[in-house]
């Protein structure tokens, strides 16, 4: 069991339309962050949420953080072909070391 | 882009060799990590280091040493490379922990036949 579950694992979709990620835990972060992978690269970091209920807006990606510090929701608008890649969010409980979710695998067809 | 690089980029291996990756970097920073990703797994913390001679495990670290003797270079040995180690491994850096963003080198592929 990992410490972060994001869901859904697959999700592929149509130019256009609109998405939701999801990241949770039973457990309290001191700050999630989001990162977005593309084929045969690194992880690349998108946002950093350090404030229960706080809300960031990248273009069209929105980034929630849950009010209790367990849960964090990626939200793209008008998906693209571009925004095809693999998201994973990762979380520091109490300042340890960051760990990561299993990651969301996205498809956006044209 | 954050100046980190790995050595090799793919490789493979038999059963029982050793295997030494290379991640290498030009930004100074203290933190260096070597994680592994396998589908469905995400990445997975093999040891990381907080300074020159200073490392610790992490998530997975049975069948894997490292070592740190230049703030620029962080080694990933496997003393005896097994199937179950066939894996893509990414090389890390951040300034510090918790908050702090980790930039990602582009990856070793290794196969264990």
């Known amino acids: 069991t990992q410490l972060l579950e994001q869901s859904p694992q697959f999700l592929s979709i149509q130019e256009g339309e609109n998405l939701t990620v999801y990241c949770n835990s039973s457990?309290?972060?001191?700050?999630l962050q989001w990162y977005r992978q593309e084929p045969g690269e690194g992880p690349v970091l998108l946002v950093t949420?350090?404030?229960?209920?706080e809300v960031k807006k990248l273009k069209r990606l929105t980034f929630q953080f849950g009010d209790a510090r367990k849960d964090s929701s990626l939200h793209i608008t008008a998906a693209q072909p571009g925004d095809t890649g693999l998201y994973l969010c990762?979380?520091?409980?109490?300042?340890?070391?960051?760990?990561f979710g299993g990651g969301t695998r996205l498809m956006v067809k044209p | 882009d954050a100046g980190i690089t790995q050595s090799p980029r793919h490789k493979v291996t038999e059963t029982g060799t050793p295997v030494t990756l290379r991640c290498h970097q030009t930004?100074?920073?203290?933190?260096m990590y070597w994680y592994r990703q396998d589908p469905g797994h995400g990445l997975r913390l093999i040891h990381y280091?907080?300074?020159?001679?200073?490392?610790d495990k992490g998530e997975v670290s049975d069948g894997y040493s490292v070592s740190r003797s230049k703030t620029e270079d962080f080694l990933l040995t496997l003393e005896s490379a097994t199937s179950s180690q066939t894996s893509v491994y990414f090389c890390?850096?951040?300034?510090?922990?918790?908050?702090?963003?980790?930039?990602f080198g582009p990856g070793t592929r290794l196969t264990v036949t």
């Open positions: 890390a850096i951040s300034g510090g922990v918790g908050t702090y963003e980790q930039y």
């Open positions: 457990s309290v972060f001191s700050s």
């Open positions: 949420v350090v404030t229960g209920g």
């Open positions: 990762a979380g520091a409980p109490a300042g340890n070391m960051l760990t």
């Open positions: 930004e100074n920073h203290r933190y």
């Open positions: 280091s907080y300074g020159v001679k200073d490392t």
